[in-house]
């Protein structure tokens, strides 16, 4: 039976066309692209509540390293000025009138909390990046290695049965007591053995995976052992290192918190000196902004910091990019 195609709008020629045959256009394989970062930033995205938690993260960014740059603090500016010293945000805001720098009140020194609490979040949350990145990229490394390597495997097991057993807050406290405490002794006490804890996970990981068959595919062909590492089981493991990363990053602010307040911290006016100076205004009427408003911020900044990491590391498990 011929059909009539001119009841269509269209001729023959127009809608057929003689398709050529080519060898090499038989053997593509028509798929939609993918990229993997998209797909993650996609997934990400598409819960709200992450967009939220983002726009917090964004704004405690923005007060945490420009506001001070767009401010002039000076921590003794009104230490001669009795009457400036230990403010509620009500008083300060009566004897300055209204400013955002007197919201929450002035310090032991008249210094203003508000201002005095974003230069101390600089301090720590800078301190909270660079241990992490230290720590992740080396731990990250020598676990890959130690994980597919049964050489580096005896040796490092070893090392961290030894090093491993030591409280690592003890470890820290020592290394801060030996030296001066300063920002980059803080660091090297972070990280000197910091690393360790995350590349035996890392290594207990490639352990999992090491002897699937396309791993001992390229260790047959010949593939060096840092190549499959890198190569073959880094990738595979990328969602497993942001969630890692994300209970990283909060914990050194957290370590940071915890020595300050006990005394053995930064010299500098971190958010951990802060609380540990303006712990005697915990329980003194009218003082109270002084000590909870530097505990509000290090909380908040910590959960933010936790709560986008772990939204991360599960968008950037594959599965959930169906």
């Known amino acids: 039976m011929e059909y009539d195609f001119s009841n269509c709008g269209y001729t023959e020629e127009e809608l057929f066309s003689r398709v050529s045959h080519d060898d090499l256009d038989s053997e593509k394989i028509t798929a939609p692209r993918y990229s993997y970062w998209h797909s993650v930033f996609r997934v990400f995205f598409r819960n709200k509540l ?3 938690i983002l726009a917090v993260l964004g704004l405690l960014i923005v007060f945490a390293y420009i506001y001070p740059m767009l401010t002039e603090y000076d921590r003794f500016g009104n230490l001669m000025d009795s009457s400036s ?14 400013d955002l720098k007197y919201i929450l009140g002035t310090g032991a020194s008249g210094e ?10 600089r301090i720590s949350i800078s301190l909270a990046f660079i241990c992490a990145a230290i720590n992740m990229t080396v731990g990250v490394i020598v676990g890959a290695v130690w994980g597919f390597s049964k050489k580096v495997d005896i040796v490092m097991t070893e ?7 030591v409280p690592y807050i003890l470890f820290i ?3 801060v007591m030996l030296f001066t405490a300063n920002f980059w002794t803080m660091v090297f006490a972070l990280t000197i053995t910091g690393w360790l804890g995350i590349a035996y996970f890392i290594r207990t990981q490639v352990v999992i995976i090491r002897d699937r068959e396309y791993n001992l595919a390229s260790k047959c062909l010949g593939t060096s052992t840092i190549k499959i590492a ?3 089981i880094l990738p595979f493991m990328t969602s ?5 990363l994300a209970t990283e990053i909060p914990s050194y602010i957290s370590y940071e918190v915890f020595l300050s307040y006990i005394g053995m911290g930064l010299s500098e006016m971190s958010l951990g000196r802060l609380i540990y100076e303006a712990e005697s205004a915990m ?19 910590t959960v933010v910091l936790y709560v986008v990491g772990q939204n991360l590391g599960d968008a950037s498990d594959p599965r959930t990019h169906m």
Request: no cysteine; hydrophobic share 50%.
């Open 112 to 121: 203003s909390t508000f201002d005095a609490i974003w230069n101390g979040s």
């Open 173 to 175: 406290s020592v290394m």
């Open 240 to 244: 497993i290192i942001v969630t890692l």
């Open 85 to 98: 010293k230990h403010l509620t945000p009500a008083a300060a805001i009566e004897k300055y009138g209204f």
């Open 159 to 165: 090392v961290y049965n030894i090093i491993g057993n």
């Open 283 to 301: 329980v003194t009427s009218g003082w109270e902004f002084e000590f909870w408003s530097p505990v509000a911020v290090a909380s908040i900044i």
């Open 50 to 52: 992450n967009i939220v």
């Open 230 to 232: 890198m190569k073959n």
